[in-house]
């Protein structure tokens, strides 16, 4: 099944106007790096996705597009099928990512000065919104037990006290913890006592390892749904983010107004052509290619961590339960993050994400993108091993 996808295909993304193959020299500011940073997937998009959009350009005109029902329903089976969770298609809201879409809930839903609560380490767009919306940034460090992120709850009941909104990271990045119902339930009866709207980043969903089941936050209960918004998109399931593609799922009509109006203020018209058509394509047909990615990237994320065991003893993997994001610590090697970026980009010759980038509680950490074929992977555990060595 993977030979039959071309998992395991080495394809050059050089000159395609690639953020993770041509911007690197001028992020990272090293020649010859090899990229294991952004996360998208250097595999080619489902079969279908590919026809789908050779078909839509052979008829060559392009002009504005409307969003079809076939779509909403294309994401309204996506959802029961992959997630249980049955919505109405009246609470898609589409938007051109799962950050504008964030960006526009924290628009519709707080005003300045409110007070904003993120789990940390986290994905660093999560911080840069907050920030550039001129909310106030109010972090609720996770515990590392073992290789494993756990919420504290006295801390976090405690910061939850007198916030506007929660952003929820579910699955969370980086750490690749998929959040149990139970630790959902207790999140959401917090936030409902506290008169906090949660607005749950579920971008990473469809990326969960068996035996983790990711349960959508607003799934679990209708009061829940009524005071939330859940951010979703094909682009990491399918490698589309080129396509610009997402969705806001929101319950709640005067909610969705909200955001719609926030939608209208910005300028957002509609999904562009190939978005459409891409998603619509990815969600109806790309089943059976995501079951065979998940198999190899779980291979994958083996292959790191065996290799870490046996040559890297100093590391210690967290072994994501959902993502193709691996984090790694490196406290252990007794270095700064400055001494640990020169070693891994001159010597070693590999651009990874580090830790400081995701907050404070990242210090020490380097994240690893896994999302590539196999030959790929062996090159960049190599050149880790020669820069650490």
Not at 16 to 21: D, G, M, N, P, Y
Not at 210 to 231: D, G, M, Q, Y
Request: some cysteine; overall charge neutral; hydrophobic content about 40%.
């Amino acid at each position: 099944m993977f030979f039959m996808y071309r998992f395991d295909d080495v394809i050059n993304r050089r000159h395609t106007l690639s953020v993770k193959w041509d911007d690197t020299e001028r992020v990272f500011g090293v020649k010859d790096a090899l990229p294991m940073w952004v996360a998208d997937m250097d595999f080619p998009a489902p079969p279908a996705v590919i026809e789908a959009l050779h078909k839509r350009v052979k008829h060559g005109i392009f002009g504005y597009t409307v969003i079809p029902d076939s779509l909403k329903e294309a994401v309204q089976h996506w959802l029961q099928t992959r997630h249980q969770w049955d919505i109405d298609r009246s609470w898609l809201v589409f938007s051109t990512g799962v950050v504008p879409a964030l960006a526009t809930a924290i628009e519709a839903f707080s005003e300045e000065g409110d007070r904003v609560v993120v789990f940390t380490p986290v994905y660093p767009p999560l911080f840069q919104l907050v920030r550039q919306h001129r909310r106030m940034l109010v972090t609720s460090p996770l515990q590392l037990k073992e290789t494993r992120y756990e919420i504290d709850w006295e801390d976090f009941t405690e910061k939850i006290q007198g916030a506007k909104l929660l952003l929820l990271c579910s699955p969370h990045n980086p750490g690749g913890r998929v959040w149990t119902k139970e630790e959902l339930e207790k999140i959401g009866e917090l936030c409902m006592e506290h008169d906090v709207i949660v607005i749950s980043d579920e971008i990473h969903a469809d990326l969960t390892f068996p035996p983790n089941k990711h349960v959508p936050f607003a799934s679990i209960r209708p009061e829940f749904a009524e005071k939330s918004i859940t951010c979703m998109a094909p682009t990491k399931t399918f490698n589309l983010a080129g396509l610009q593609a997402a969705a806001a799922i929101i319950a709640n009509e005067s909610l969705r107004r909200q955001f719609r109006k926030v939608q209208q203020r910005q300028g957002f018209f509609t999904l562009n052509t190939f978005a459409v058509v891409g998603t619509e394509a990815a969600y109806r047909h790309g089943g059976e290619w995501l079951d065979a990615l998940l198999a190899y990237l779980q291979e994958n994320i083996d292959c790191v961590s065996s290799y870490i065991q046996t040559h890297l003893p100093a590391l210690r993997i967290i072994r994501p339960e959902a993502t193709y994001l691996v984090w790694i610590d490196c406290r252990h090697l007794g270095l700064t993050e400055q001494q640990l970026k020169q070693l891994l980009l001159e010597k070693g010759k590999i651009a990874v994400e580090f830790g400081s980038k995701f907050g404070e509680e990242g210090k020490g950490f380097i994240r690893m993108n896994v999302a590539c074929p196999r030959q790929t992977l062996k090159e960049a555990l190599h050149r880790l091993s020669i820069a650490l060595q």
